[in-house]
Every structure is written in structure tokens, then in C-alpha cells.
């Protein structure tokens, strides 16, 4: 299985980018969602957060006042600690839940949206991790017009979190949401193959099953190569040059591969080692004797 992260900041876009990814058939667990659940009256999280903050913090129906709550917490660093610390365990099962729901129902790539993912060193659990990034001022007016709220009470809550440039340096893939929302599909159509691709190689649970494919090809095209070869072309190389070549290629493309693997994040290099697989088994294919055969016969 893999968790796909998906994070940003406060307004930056991460519920448009979500939806994107439902409509392209991934599954999303919200933590915003998760963590609106487990704040509901009467459950264990709505005991301790009204035992710590005072029945003030309550509407009439006993429900809890949000927007009460958030002024309090986005302006009070210490009292948005003790928010956090009271909610994280829940949130952190409710999100385990809703990873497991979705996992026996078979799907293997599941998107996590969780604004605070850095914050919470849940990002160890991603990969690839997805940052929906604008710059502050473009984040400062979505967020006070989607809200309707105050420019204070918009950048207190901006600053309750880790700076959005900070994230975008954490970020494997990065979706600029500064312009209109037709470019932000634009780029989500752009990133999607290559998110797809990521989450489908990493989805693999051995690593050798990249190679393996990788090979597979190889001696497929290999053999229908050959076959055409020793019908158009039968005396195409001698046997020793082909060899001498093959012994070249291989220790030129062996010593690239490791030099690759050196260079390289484990995110490339398991591409790499595909194209890489592929290549070596392909050229040592070509100086094996089944392959001359294949081109005799
Ligand atoms: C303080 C609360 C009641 C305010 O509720 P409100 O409905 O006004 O906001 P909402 O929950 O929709 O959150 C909006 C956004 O605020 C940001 N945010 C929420 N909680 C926090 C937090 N503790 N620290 C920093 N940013 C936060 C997130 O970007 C989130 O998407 C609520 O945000 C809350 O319970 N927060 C603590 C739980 C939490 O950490 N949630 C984030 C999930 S990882
Ligand atoms: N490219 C865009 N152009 C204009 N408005 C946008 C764009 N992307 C998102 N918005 C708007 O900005 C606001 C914030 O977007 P959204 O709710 O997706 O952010 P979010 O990161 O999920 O927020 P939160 O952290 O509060 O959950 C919404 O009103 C949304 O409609």
C-alpha cells in the first residue's frame, strides 16, 4: 500500500487539489474531516477539549463554538499546544481508521490531505508527499474571503503553521496555486502521470518487481527482435564482436547504473533501475548464445 501525502498551507488549495484527486478515482482520507469527527459532543476528544478550555467555549445545543475555539487557539500559541496535544491521538486513530477502512476495501494508493503533516512528522509515512503552494498574499485573500474573517485573525492562523516555503523545500512534488483554477487543473493534469507513475512503482511492494518487469520487457522485445534479425540480416555481427561489445556495454552501463544509484533520491533511481534493467538484459541477451540461436534458427 501507499499513502500519498498531501498537504500546504491554511488556504492554499489542498481541499480543490483533493478533489481533483477523488475525481481521478484516488481515495482521500481528510484529517480536516477526522478531525471535526473526534471535536463532536460527547466523544472522548469533545470531553477533554471542554474539560481543559471551559463549557464557554460550548454553543447552546452543546455543540463546540469553532470559531469561538479558533480565535482562541490561532492567537494563543500555548493554548493551541494543549488543543493539539489533547486532539493529536485521536486524530492520528481516526486517520489510522479511515486508512484501514479503505485498505480492505482493496485500494492500494490512498491520499492523505493533512494540513499539518510536517508539523506532525507524519510525512515519515508518505511518499510521495504532494505541497500545494501560493505565496502569502494570494493565501491571505482566499483565506479572508473564503472565511470572511478579520486580516488579523487570517495571518494568526497563517502563523500557527510551518512556513509555506519550508514546506515546499520538504515537497517531492510541488502545485503552484498561485493563478487561475483552470492552470491549477492544468498542472494537476501535468503532475497527475507523473504522481501516477510514482504511486504505481512505489506501490510495488518489492522493488525487485520493477527490475523484473524491467528484464521481462527486455527479453521479450529481445527475442522478437532477434527473430527478425536472423530473417533479414543473418550475418549481421560475428559471434566475437558481439561478445566483446556486449562485455563493454555491460561494464559501461553497470558502472553508469552505479554511479546513478550514487547520485541519485531513491524516487529517481527506482525508475532508473527499470530503464537500467532493461538495458543491461537487453545487451547481455544480445552477445547470449539462445539469442544468436534465436537469430539462426
Ligand atoms: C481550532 C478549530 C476548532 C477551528 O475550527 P475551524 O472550523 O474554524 O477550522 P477548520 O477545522 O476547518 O481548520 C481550517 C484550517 O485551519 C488549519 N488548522 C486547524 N487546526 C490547526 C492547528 N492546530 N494548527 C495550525 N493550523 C490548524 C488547517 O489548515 C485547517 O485546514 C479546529 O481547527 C481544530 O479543532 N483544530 C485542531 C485539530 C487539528 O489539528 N486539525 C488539523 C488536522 S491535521
Ligand atoms: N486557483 C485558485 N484560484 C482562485 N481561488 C482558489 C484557487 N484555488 C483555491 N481557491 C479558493 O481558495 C480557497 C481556499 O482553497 P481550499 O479550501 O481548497 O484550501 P485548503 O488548503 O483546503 O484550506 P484549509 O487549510 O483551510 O483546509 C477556497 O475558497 C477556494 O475556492
Request: charged residues 25%; proline residues 2%; hydrophobic residues 45%.
Amino acid at each position: 500500500m501507499r499513502l500519498v501525502g498531501l498537504t500546504g498551507g491554511i488556504a492554499s488549495g489542498k481541499s480543490t487539489v483533493s478533489n481533483l484527486f477523488k475525481s481521478h478515482g484516488f481515495p482521500v482520507v481528510d484529517a480536516d474531516l477526522v478531525a471535526r469527527y473526534v471535536l463532536k459532543k460527547d466523544t472522548g476528544g469533545y470531553n477533554k477539549v471542554v474539560a481543559a478550555f471551559g463549557e464557554e467555549i460550548l454553543e447552546a445545543d452543546g455543540e463546540v463554538d469553532r470559531p469561538k475555539l479558533g480565535r482562541i487557539v490561532f492567537s494563543d500559541n500555548a493554548k493551541r499546544q494543549v488543543l493539539n496535544r489533547l486532539l493529536a491521538p485521536y486524530i492520528s486513530s481516526g486517520i489510522f481508521c479511515e486508512i484501514l477502512k479503505l485498505w480492505l476495501k482493496g485500494y492500494k494508493v490512498i491520499v492523505l490531505d493533512i494540513p499539518l503533516l510536517f508539523e506532525t512528522k507524519m510525512d515519515k509515512w508518505t511518499k510521495p508527499v504532494v505541497v500545494v503552494w501560493v505565496d502569502t498574499e494570494t493565501q491571505l485573500q482566499r483565506l479572508m474571503a473564503r472565511d470572511g474573517s478579520t486580516e488579523e485573525d487570517a495571518r494568526n492562523r497563517i502563523n500557527a503553521q510551518m512556513a509555506m516555503d519550508l514546506k515546499r523545500s520538504k515537497a517531492d512534488i510541488v502545485i503552484d496555486n498561485t493563478g487561475s483554477l483552470e492552470d491549477l487543473e492544468e498542472q494537476f493534469r501535468k503532475i497527475g502521470d507523473e504522481t501516477f507513475i510514482i504511486a504505481a512503482l512505489m506501490a510495488m511492494r518489492h522493488p525487485k518487481s520493477i527490475v523484473l518487469s524491467g528484464a521481462l520487457t527486455a527479453l521479450i522485445v529481445m527475442t522478437v527482435l532477434s527473430t527478425g534479425l536472423g530473417r533479414i540480416v543473418p550475418n549481421l555481427i560475428s559471434r566475437k564482436h558481439t561478445n566483446s561489445a556486449a562485455t563493454v556495454l555491460y561494464a559501461f552501463f553497470g558502472l553508469r547504473l552505479l554511479y546513478i544509484a550514487w547520485r541519485s533520491d531513491s524516487k529517481s533511481s527506482q525508475k532508473k533501475e527499470m530503464e537500467e534493467s532493461f538495458i543491461l538484459t537487453f545487451l547481455a541477451e544480445w552477445g547470449d548464445r539462445s539469442q544468436i540461436a534465436t537469430i539462426a534458427v
